[in-house]
């Protein structure tokens, strides 16, 4: 089983990452284009998919309306996987702040840390299993990605926390802190999936 450190070492270590991690950051900003830069985490999900090339894929190379139909594809798995579980973890938390009129303090939030925690396991496992064969119905077969969440939480543990803690202290660089943790978590997914990470 590959480490974290391996994986960040491998991905830093090629060449030519940076322009396109700036290029896919700043894209990240922007509202309607920002779905640009999740076609290309999706065209590179793909890519390691099929070829296990970890290397970023050159922008220049790039099919701009695949980009835009495959980062709305991606999207709706972020919503589906993320958004929605982490809107009720807010929701059931403030709920619970309020029925206990504070008295748990940020106990009352520990709804919300579960879901922030197995959250991105279920988007990454959901996406995994979408590439399989470009189907949304095997992204939305819920008891096998409950099965492979539950029987494989604990190798992206460390890599789900180092993302929300990235993502939260560089909150003001937050498209290139995502885009940069999401890249890094789709390679790591892979990389246990795969025998050979090259």
């Not at 972020?78 to 807010?90: F, K, N, Q, S």
């Not at 029925?99 to 991105?120: D, E, H, N, W």
Request: charged content about 10%; proline content about 6%; hydrophobic content about 55%.
């Amino acid at each position: 089983m590959p480490s974290l450190e391996a994986v960040c070492t491998r991905l830093f270590g090629r060449p030519g990452w940076i322009p396109k991690v700036l290029l896919g950051g700043g894209l990240s900003f922007i509202p309607g284009l920002n779905l640009f830069a999740l076609g290309y985490l999706f065209i590179y999900g793909r890519q390691l998919r099929r070829s296990g090339r970890v290397d970023l894929p050159e922008w220049s190379e790039m099919n701009w309306p695949e980009l835009f139909v495959c980062g709305l594809r991606l999207f709706g798995l972020l919503i589906l996987y993320i958004g929605l579980p982490m809107l009720v973890g807010w929701i059931v938390s403030i709920l619970l702040y309020f029925l206990t009129f504070g008295l748990l303090g940020v106990v009352a939030y520990f709804p919300l840390a579960i879901c922030g925690f197995f959250s991105p396991m279920f988007f990454l496992s959901a996406f995994m299993a979408y590439l399989k064969h470009e189907e949304f119905r095997d992204a939305f077969q819920i008891r096998i990605l409950l099965q492979e969440v539950l029987s494989g939480w604990k190798p992206l543990a460390l890599p789900v926390v180092a993302f929300w803690g990235i993502f939260l202290l560089a909150i003001p660089l937050y498209g290139l802190s995502f885009f940069i943790g999401a890249w890094i978590l789709i390679a790591y997914s892979s990389a246990l999936r795969m025998k050979n990470f090259s």
